[in-house]
């Protein structure tokens, strides 16, 4: 009981701090950007300037270009500044400016000290409006880029991730990897991503979050002045996109692992509309009720899981390494099973509700973290104050609610498996392992 308290004053302390900050946090537009503030209360000025699109701004072809550009801002130099020097002069104040990409938008981000933002703040101007593309060090951070995909690939859990994408969400953006293939980065040359990067830095595209306490005419002019360099662009619009699965399916990949490994992605609601607080609420209990019964109970897998992954595409996931996947699927339809007829416990939906937003909080103690949580709103949910009142909103759910949003978009499963294919019954991943009553076919 004395821990259920505390967790509960941690919330209430929260939920107090949040209406603070829905008070003051605000958005202001400037020559057709949107900026959001959101005053700190600290001597940490945190700014991410957000290009939307993600995995919807290139084809397949050029899958990673955006990616390596996203490098390429710092670490290859600006037209006043080499890389080296751009460093050195960051590094004299301890800060940071970088860029960064995946599948819905990309991020270039500065985080100082106040007192040194007169110091950084054109750096990182120079970063996002005159980056040189520098061919030199340009075939450095390609090779990197090479080498990361090569190491991602040889590790099993990202392999599987990979192989689930590019399965589940065939012939859509969603197929895409961020990080692209060594055969299309490696052909990639420093004039087509700069002239990719130009494509995409466009007044339509942007958002801007400052996490800082700094006067508003002065982020105001700060942010005009950067912007007078960038072009409009054509009307930009985010698309989004939901994955329904027509039957159940598996495909089976070959590969010479010590275990076997499975993933398996299901629908689940897009940000933005009714069912999303709900499922994932849900979507944290069944993780927790999956790793009891699958290892706990079972001991088919060292770390099992399951999750809501939220983007342009949301879905729900479960993967899994064993060494039994025959056994592991009659698990799993069993639990589910199971939680379609009787639903969540409701004590399970308080604890839970509770859990995850002191979580929540715990996380967002930085400004980093604060302004990426408004960012991934205002992009995914078109409400950028979600990160605000977001407990309130989970507040409210019923155990009915969080049980009918899984009983909702947990059917249909596209699941893949890579390891010894003579492990696996494919039948029972398509069909399912339980009969028309109760009993599961396997045990």
């Known amino acids: 009981m004395m821990k259920k308290y505390i967790i509960a004053l941690l919330v209430a302390a929260a939920i107090g701090n949040t209406a603070k900050a829905q008070k003051q946090a605000y958005e202001t537009t400037v020559d057709g950007v949107k900026v959001i503030v959101q005053p700190s209360g600290n001597d940490i000025v945190e700014i991410q300037t957000i290009i939307k699109g993600g995995v919807q701004n290139y084809p397949a072809t050029k899958a990673g270009i955006e990616s390596l550009a996203m490098s390429a801002l710092t670490e290859c130099g600006t037209v006043k500044h080499d890389k080296n020097s751009f460093k050195d002069e960051l590094d004299k104040v301890s800060a940071t400016v970088y860029g960064s990409s995946n599948k819905n938008y990309s991020v270039v981000r500065m985080n100082c000290i106040k007192g040194d ?36 690939d040889s590790q099993p859990d990202n392999a599987i991730d990979k192989y689930a994408d590019k399965v589940a969400f065939a012939g859509t953006n969603y197929a895409k990897d961020p990080s692209g293939t060594v055969a ?3 052909a990639l040359t420093p004039a087509e991503t700069k002239a990719y990067y130009q494509s995409i830095l466009t007044k339509s595209r942007l958002v801007i979050v400052v996490v800082a306490d700094l006067d508003q005419a002065a982020i105001e002019s700060k942010v005009k002045a950067m912007l007078s360099g960038i072009k409009q662009g054509p009307a930009f619009a985010f698309k989004k996109s939901t994955f329904r699965a027509d039957k159940n399916s598996i495909n089976v990949e070959k590969r010479d692992l010590a275990t076997n490994y499975v993933e398996g992605i299901a629908s689940g609601p897009a940000a ?27 001991g088919l897998s060292y770390a099992p899981q399951a999750w809501f992954s939220a983007g342009q595409t949301s879905t729900a ?21 199971k939680i379609k007829r009787e639903g969540f416990k409701a004590d399970d939906v308080a604890d839970m509700k509770v859990t995850y937003l002191t979580g929540f909080y715990y996380k967002n103690e930085t400004n980093s973290a604060q302004a990426s949580s408004i960012a991934a709103n205002e992009v995914l949910h078109d409400n950028w104050k979600r990160s605000l009142t977001m407990v309130d909103d989970v507040k409210k759910l019923t155990a009915d609610d969080v049980s009918n949003a899984f009983r909702k978009y947990i059917n249909n499963i596209v699941w893949v498996y890579q390891g010894d294919p003579k492990k696996v019954n494919q039948t029972l991943y398509i069909n399912g392992t339980l009969h028309n009553g109760d009993n599961p076919v396997m045990h």
């Open 184 to 186: 299309i980065v490696t």
């Open 117 to 152: 933002f007169d110091v950084v703040w054109p750096l990182y101007v120079e970063a996002i409006t005159q980056p040189k593309f520098d061919e030199k060090e340009f075939a450095r951070i390609k090779q990197d880029a090479i080498n990361n995909i090569k190491q991602e």
């Open 317 to 337: 996931r479960f993967s899994v390494s064993t060494t039994e996947p025959d056994k592991y699927i009659a698990v799993f339809d069993k639990l589910v099973d």
């Open 272 to 298: 933005g509309t009714p069912d999303f607080n709900a499922f994932n609420v849900a979507m944290r209990i069944f993780s927790n009720m999956h790793f009891l019964e699958v290892r706990t109970n079972n």
